[in-house]
C-alpha cells in the first residue's frame, strides 16, 4: 500500500525557536497533503491543506504565519512552526491523498511527529 | 459544517463481535472513511463508503446510509489488538481538495 513518513518522528526545542517537519509520499505522488495536529485523547484537527505549486489553505483559527507550509514537489510538503512555544507541543501528522486509487480518494497517514516545546 | 458524533469508549470481550456507531450531519457528502488508530500512532486506513450498503474486508466491514447520516464498523472476532480508538470521517465536497473532518474517535477496549 501507500505509504508516507514523516520526519522528525519526535523533537524537543527550547521556546521561541522554528521547527521544521517533512513529509514524503514514499511510491505514490501527492498533489495534495494534509496536515493535521491532535492533543491527547482528542480527535485529528485539519490545520491545512497543502497544495503542490500553489498557496496552501489554512483552516479557520491557524496562523498562516506561524505555521509555514511548503509543497515543492509531488512527493515532499513541509511544515514549519516559527517562534514555537509549549502550548504548541502537539503531535502533529500529516497524510496524502493516492489519486491513484480513484475515487476512493484514501489519505494516507505518516508516522506522526511529537513536538515538545519547553 | 459537519457534525459527526460517536460514542467516547466502547468495551467488548475477545473474539466477541462490536458494532461501532457514526451519526454525520452534512452538506456536499463525499464519502465516509474509518480509520483505526493506537495510541502515539498515526491513523490508519480501514474503510470507505459513498453509497449506501455494506463493505466487507476481513474481520472488519462497514455500512453506510446515505439518507441517514449514518454509518458503523462491525468489528468481528475481536482480538486483544483490536484495542485502539475507531475514527470515523467525512468527506464533503469543496474546492478544498475534497478535505475530511474527524469525529473524536471511539476508544475500543478488548477484553480476555
Known amino acids: 500500500g501507500a505509504v508516507v513518513s514523516q520526519h522528525p518522528s519526535w523533537v524537543i526545542c527550547k521556546s521561541g525557536t522554528s521547527v521544521k517537519i517533512e513529509c514524503r509520499s514514499l511510491?505514490?505522488?501527492?498533489?495534495?497533503m494534509f496536515w493535521y495536529r491532535q492533543f491527547p485523547k482528542q480527535s485529528l484537527m485539519l490545520m491545512a491543506t497543502s497544495n503542490e505549486g500553489s498557496k496552501a489553505t489554512y483552516e479557520q483559527g491557524v496562523e498562516k504565519d506561524k505555521f509555514l507550509i511548503n509543497h515543492a514537489s509531488l512527493t515532499l510538503s513541509t511544515l514549519t512552526v516559527t517562534s514555537a512555544h509549549p502550548e504548541d507541543s502537539s503531535f502533529y501528522i500529516c497524510?496524502?491523498?493516492?489519486?491513484?486509487?480513484?475515487?476512493?480518494?484514501?489519505?494516507?497517514f505518516g508516522p506522526g511527529t511529537r513536538l515538545t516545546v519547553l | 459544517g459537519q457534525n459527526i458524533d460517536q460514542p467516547t469508549e466502547m468495551t467488548a470481550t475477545e473474539g466477541a463481535i462490536v458494532q461501532i456507531n457514526c451519526t454525520y450531519q452534512?452538506?456536499?457528502?463525499?464519502?465516509l472513511f474509518w480509520y483505526q488508530q493506537h495510541a502515539g500512532e498515526a491513523p490508519t486506513f480501514l474503510s470507505y463508503n459513498v453509497l449506501d450498503g455494506l463493505e466487507e474486508k476481513g474481520r472488519f466491514s462497514s455500512f453506510l446510509s446515505r439518507s441517514k447520516g449514518y454509518s458503523y464498523l462491525l468489528l468481528k472476532e475481536l482480538q486483544m489488538k483490536d484495542s485502539a480508538s475507531y475514527l470515523c470521517a467525512v468527506r464533503v465536497v469543496s474546492t478544498n481538495a475534497g478535505k475530511s473532518t474527524f469525529g473524536d474517535g471511539t476508544t475500543l477496549t478488548v477484553k480476555p
Open positions: 511510491d505514490f505522488q501527492a498533489t495534495t
Open positions: 452534512t452538506s456536499g457528502f463525499n464519502g
Open positions: 497524510s496524502a491523498r493516492d489519486l491513484g486509487q480513484g475515487d476512493t480518494d484514501t489519505q494516507y
